[in-house]
């Protein structure tokens, strides 16, 4: 045998039971006192767990609203500058005119000055907002790339990916509108 086990004293030998059931009891207490903010810090661990996969399940079903350019175009939008080139934008005072986008791919616009409204179709995805236009003298499809940033829309006219129209507004800038 190793000496360090000759040499150990047995802790059981000669002790009654009353001792045993003592000895046993103070091992229970200690291994509780021990394991007891184990348990709780497993148990604070799982809440955290928990609860971290909630936040994350609503803050993706809150982004899937916020992400469909639909739901994130919808309402009353005033037009407050325009310009041929996103360095070259000029503020526009408001006039009363402004555009309302409705979630069945209609949208219309309304001018003060004669109080009509002109209602129009477009369809939208994550880059582009296309209209379309049936009037005689604007008959066809004009497809704007748009950027929905700090509460402004921002248009910029695109045909096949290339600018259409020279020395004319191309780029447009809206803010909502209650």
Same mark, same amino acid.
């Given at each position: 045998?190793? @000496?360090?086990?000759?040499?150990? !004293? ?58 469909? #350019? ?14 041929? $080139? @996103?360095?070259?934008?000029?503020? *526009? @005072? ?14 219309? *616009?309304?001018? #003060? @000055? ?20 049936? !009037? ?29 129209? $020279?020395?004319?507004?191309? *780029?447009?800038?809206?803010? #909502?509108?209650?």
């Amino acid at each position: 045998m190793h @000496e360090r086990t000759k040499n150990r !004293k047995c802790l059981w030998k000669n002790k009654s039971s009353k001792d045993l059931v003592k000895v046993a009891s103070n091992l229970r207490e200690r291994r509780e006192l021990f394991f007891k903010p184990l348990i709780l810090n497993r148990m604070k661990i799982k809440i955290l767990k928990i609860a971290a996969i909630v936040l994350l399940l609503a803050g993706s079903f809150y982004s899937c609203n916020k992400n469909d #350019p639909v739901e994130a175009i919808l309402g009353k939008w005033e037009l407050i500058a325009q310009g041929t $080139a @996103e360095n070259a934008m000029i503020t *526009v @005072e408001p006039n009363g005119v402004y555009i309302e986008f409705f979630s069945e791919g209609i949208y219309r *616009v309304y001018y #003060p @000055e004669p109080d009509e409204f002109h209602y129009r179709s477009y369809t939208i995805d994550k880059k582009f907002i296309c209209y379309n236009y049936e !009037k005689s003298y604007e008959q066809g499809r004009y497809d704007y790339r748009y950027n929905i940033s700090k509460g402004q829309l921002k248009m910029t006219y695109y045909q096949g990916l290339r600018l259409m129209i $020279a020395n004319q507004p191309n *780029v447009f800038i809206y803010q #909502p509108i209650n």
